[in-house]
């Protein structure tokens, strides 16, 4: 290792400035040379694209990737960055836009009132990083020209002759001495997913987005806006809403902005947020304003209405449990945390962002009463979940055989009878459905435990996959009886074992993989007895006094054509929507549920079944499905 220097003056102290400074210290500017950096050099120049779209200077954006994926083009009709010289430089002003830092038309507010690309930083750095970047303007009569390499001017600023209209069009290709030359490649699918966010922010603004490798043109245009982008959200994530509707706000004088959300299934939730059109990942104190005006709405709804349960503590995370929302904020002079933009800083915004919010919102839940209810009972059941699963984990003490105490998960709400043969474990989908779930059961004598998602599927992994499962981890640590050679069935803690999932396909899907899960290490529980699958209704009819719970689709038209009377026909999209005394005299009592016993007729059509459906031969799965199609009703796609 080469000793440093001991001289230490003036001559050691270097001086970069400009292009020399950002390709020595790319990660200060783009936070990084991996994939999000390279596409950061993107997301620069777009932004300034978007902000003529934002201040009402453009209405139309054109992305072309080239077909090697390794250069972009990116045009706007916009009003075209100035050519003429700059006062103070002595150069074009677009020469300055793309080799100065801290060059742009966006410090006074004057030019631009709202603007994502505000530090004058994003152009000059995306050219610095560039191989080759070429500016074309088109603007007062005229087309002009552009180009560097590497942050350098390659050439004067060149007059093209006459045009019509006004833009700029911008193109570039990163340089792999910076990224490296693996490392060049645009991901058509990022850009997609960004462009496809920035058409939803900007009502009436039209993205055409090529990928000149397939040579297809796609056109992304959405006019509702960011109500229409919550739609897809929630779509994607695959939880479905609890209640009909969202809450929409657009608000156009100061602080602009624009909100909707809803309340899904899901078990975790989801915030979207953009300050003046750029993705804020890390958040800001846009989106504290946000959650401050939730929480005392929903909150200020619960007092008014005497919905606070009593003993029940409410707190942030029940209310934002299953919420998808997105949030678009316009700020006249946004402080973010660094020049990726990701979090913003303005103090005073948190304010004004739950000025605006929460009083829209409670008249929102005033004046849709059966909304609100229902993300009043989703927001009850999730507290009741997490206060369910805080007293399990402190109190579980239940002692296994020599009275040693257990390893047991902290989400386990066990019973308290010690004998296994009168004890039930109800393995439940999800925490909303598991708090319920709580609150229903018989304490002395059933068990709940919480699944979280699908679970691995058992029939493609090995015991050591399913033993670091934490999922399956848990339920063989619940069970007690052990797995492989180390199983004893007398050490069995519970003399049943209850599936417990939404009357849905998901649900279904989950109980396959459970049993995949027993049928492959745990058999001789199904051999003997022991596992068991519930029967939750799928819907509630009421048809004048009487009340009548329904499995499934068939049985309903079954008693809608039996019964007189005009029936009020309730589905409950999921256990989680259940309130606990319904759940309690549905599905968990003894003498009013129905339970399906499992068992094994035929060992060795059991065994290709298994392996066939879950198998890993995508052919053998096909087939077996075909076979079986008329079988079907119908098929659940």
Known sequence: MAKASSSYDASAIQVLEGVDHVRKRPGMYIGGVSKEGLHHLVWEILDNSVDEVINGHASTIEVKLDADHKGITIDDNGRGIPVDLHPQLKIPAIVAVYTKLGAGGKFDGQSYKHSGGLHGVGAAVANALSESLTAKVWRDGSAWEVGFVRG????????????????????????????????????????????????????????????????????????????????????????????????????????KLEVACAWTEASDDAMYSFVNGVPTGDGGTHEQGFRAAL??????????????????????EDIREGMVAVLSTYVLEPQFQSQTKNRLNNPEVASQVEGAIRPALEQWLHSNRSTAEGIIARVIISARARAASRAASQQVSRKGPGGVRLGLPGKLADCSERDAGKCELFLVEGDSAGGSAKMG??????????????????????????????????????????????????????????????????????????????????????????????????????????TLWIADEAHLQRVLAEKRGKPEIQRFKGLG????????????????????????????????????????DAASRYSFIMERAAEADALDV
């Open 295 to 316: 929480g005392k709405a929903i909150r200020g709804y619960m007092t008014a209405h005497k919905l606070e349960p009593k003993g029940l503590t409410i707190a942030m």
């Open 152 to 255: 350098v001017p390659d050439g004067k600023l060149k007059k093209l002759g006459n045009a019509r209209g006004s833009g700029t069009s911008v193109y570039l290709r990163p340089d792999p001495e910076i990224f490296g030359a693996k490392n060049t490649h645009f991901d058509p699918a990022v850009l997609r997913e960004r462009l496809e966010a920035k058409s939803y922010l900007h009502k009436g603004l039209k993205i055409l987005f090529t990928d000149l490798s397939t040579g297809k043109t796609e056109t992304l245009f959405h006019a509702e806006g960011i109500s229409e982008y919550l739609g897809k959200l929630v779509q994607v994530r695959g939880k479905p809403a609890v209640h009909p509707g969202i809450f929409y706000l657009e608000r156009l004088e100061e602080p």
């Open 441 to 546: 059961r018989n304490r002395k004598t059933q068990a709940i435990l919480p699944l979280r998602g699908k679970v691995l599927n058992a029939e493609q992994a090995s015991l050591a996959k399913v033993m670091e499962n934490e999922e399956l981890g848990n339920i063989l640590k619940v069970l007690g009886c052990g797995v492989g050679k180390e199983f004893n069935l007398e050490n069995l803690r519970y003399g049943k074992v209850i599936l417990l999932m939404d009357a849905d396909s998901d649900g279904h899907h989950i109980a396959t993989l459970l049993l995949t899960f027993f049928y492959r290490y745990l058999p001789d529980l199904i051999r003997r007895g022991h596992v068991f699958i519930a029967q939750p209704p799928l819907f509630r009819v009421d048809i004048g006094k009487e």
């Open 577 to 616: 929507e259940m309130m606990p005394e319904t759940l309690r005299d549905t599905t968990l009592d003894p003498k009013r549920r129905q339970l399906i016993q499992v068992a094994i007729r035929d060992e060795l059509a059991t065994d290709r079944t298994i392996s066939s459906l879950m198998g890993k």
